[in-house]
């Protein structure tokens, strides 16, 4: 049976793609940090770290999150709409199922890249120097899957652009903002807590904090894995329903 | 019946619907291995549909479609393994250089990266583009661009080779060009199966073709069979100014064997065009200008529908 890896060859600048989280771990955690470390009750809200040991790993989870919605949306609507990418793709042997699974293949590349800057300069700071960080790669990588999945099916469904600058403000910035990477999330309301808990995100930052900050147990592990999963398959599943759907007409 | 006598597409009623749109209403269709076969048609008629269809990419709505033996609904991906396709519309990778559209591409089809470079290269020289291989392709003219799809559409090495409306678009220099290349693809024994508007190319291209009008099909035939059938040998178009061609229709009667008007000039259809001119000449008529040509598929479509090729 053929591989059904991709490979495409995409001569793109990867290396700035780790840039920017970079600056947010620069600027967040060292700036915003020294004002939070200074105060006596940061220390119990924070577990017991410092706020670069806290946010560090939540910004795993998140770049990844970034980098989907970066790529999952304008970049698929054009593959099917302004460059015929996917098109070209389906007059091959692949079928949609393999240009969706190369899709997210692709993805998982650029994730990786984006979070493995973030996961070096995590190792190179001795508040975040240790072996967690390897696992939490992966954590995070998973969780951007889950958004790979449902903004590519959303991308895939839409006709015109319109719809993304609203899902970027909508529902990206808030997870971003309120989805536990920069503080934690029982600082929010309590009606607004549960909401929290629902996110792919939270999930993630859970993850990659637990992973990092070793205070991850067995079944938290398999909370935030299940959930993440749980939400990943039907984005899966409806990708490639819109993806067959879009190139068989 | 030995693999290489079996036609490599066979279609019977073969309809193809959107929602209530029915944009091919049951055609019949066979091709032979290593002829070169065009649908002509006008835009509308259903070409680009049955093309998506025999490219194993648009599901069939009705009827049965084989595709060297296979069914498309069934084995799209052994069928979409042996095809090369020019679609329409050019979609190369604009990020990329030429070579590396060509690889990529080759890459699709599992094809080692070693061959797909040696074999991208090879390419690149069929289409006469190769001093431009490591060069953008956002610099390439259109005609270039076509050259390069076609090229990207041999990686594979394909058994028959797809082309939609190949030469829409480009300017005659570029066509020529286009016709040669894929003149001697035909010389190398490939299948050919292209649609287009142009009468002009099918001639050039097409041992046989269908001729597709409102999605169905209205002749089928060799270029000459079709002229011989439905057109005489020559034609003699007169032009007696704007809006006033119609009125010398009676006048011309008799001349030839049949007579179209058209807006701008009268067509005669005579198996001699000189004789048919003396003879309008003779009856006292004075065209603003006249011209003898040989019968093309134009004068076919048009005998068959009565509206003209190119809307």
């Known amino acids: 049976m053929q591989s059904l890896l991709l490979k495409r060859i995409w001569k793109t600048n990867l290396t700035l793609s780790f840039l920017q989280p970079l600056f947010f771990f620069l600027g967040m955690g060292l700036g915003v940090g020294s004002l939070v470390n200074d105060r006596p009750t940061s220390a119990e809200a924070l577990g017991n770290v410092s706020y670069v040991a806290f946010l560090g790993p939540g910004l795993l989870a998140t770049t990844a999150m970034l980098t989907a919605a970066g790529e999952s949306l304008w970049p698929v609507l054009g593959g099917f709409k302004w460059d015929g990418t996917y098109e070209a793709m389906a007059a091959t042997r692949l079928t949609a199922a393999q240009v969706v699974r190369g899709q997210f293949l692709w993805l998982a590349v650029r994730m990786g890249i984006a979070v493995g800057g973030v996961a070096v300069v995590l190792a190179v700071h001795p508040d975040t120097r240790t072996w967690g960080v390897l696992p939490a790669v992966p954590a995070a990588l998973l969780c951007g899957l889950v958004f790979t999945a449902w903004l590519t099916a959303w991308a895939a469904s839409r006709e015109y652009d319109s719809s993304f600058s609203m899902v970027q403000r909508m529902v990206v910035t808030p997870l971003f903002l309120f989805g536990g990477a920069f503080y934690p999330v029982d600082s929010l309301p309590d009606w607004l807590r549960p909401v929290a808990w629902v996110t792919p995100l939270w999930h993630g930052v859970e993850l990659c904090r637990g992973f990092v900050l070793h205070t991850l147990g067995a079944a938290d592990l398999l909370l935030h894995v299940s959930v993440l999963v749980v939400w990943l398959v039907p984005g899966w599943i409806v990708c490639n329903r819109f993806f067959a759907r879009r190139l068989y007409r | ?311």
């Open chain 2, 1 to 311: 019946m030995p693999k290489s006598d079996q036609p490599v597409i066979v279609a019977r009623s073969l309809v193809k619907r959107f929602g209530d749109f029915e944009a091919v209403k049951g055609i019949d269709v066979e091709v032979r291995r290593g002829e070169s076969f065009g649908f002509l048609g006008p835009n509308g008629a259903g070409k680009s549909s049955t093309m998506r269809m025999i490219a194993g990419v648009s599901p069939v709505t009705e009827g049965t479609l084989r595709i060297f033996g296979l069914d498309p609904a069934v084995d799209g991906s052994a069928i979409r393994d042996r095809l090369g396709v020019v679609p329409q519309a050019d979609n190369l990778d604009g990020e990329l250089t030429l070579l590396d559209n060509l690889v990529v591409y080759g890459r699709y089809f599992d094809i080692p990266r070693a061959e797909c470079r040696a074999r991208a290269r090879e390419l690149l020289e069929f289409v006469q583009l190769a001093d431009r291989a490591n060069g953008k392709v956002d610099a390439l003219s259109g005609g270039m661009k076509r050259r390069l799809t076609i090229a990207r559409g041999l990686m594979n090495r394909p058994e028959m080779f797809l082309l939609d409306e190949p030469t829409t678009g480009l300017d005659p220099q570029a066509r020529h060009i286009l016709w040669d290349r894929l003149y001697r693809l035909k010389q190398q024994g490939v299948t050919l199966v292209l649609t287009t508007h142009y009468m002009d190319e099918a001639e050039q291209l097409c041992d046989r073709l269908v001729v597709m009008d409102g999605g169905r099909i209205v002749a089928e035939g060799s270029p000459r069979d079709l002229i011989a059938r439905y057109s005489t040998r020559e034609v003699l178009e007169v032009r007696f100014g704007a809006g006033r061609n119609a009125e010398h229709e009676p006048r011309l009667r008799g001349i030839g064997d049949r007579l179209e008007v058209l807006a701008d000039r009268v067509l005669v259809y005579a198996d001699d065009g000189e004789s048919a001119l003396r003879e309008v000449h003779s009856r006292g008529l004075n065209p603003e200008s006249s011209l003898v040509r040989r019968s093309s598929l134009e004068d076919v479509f048009l005998r068959l529908t009565g509206r003209s090729l190119e809307e």
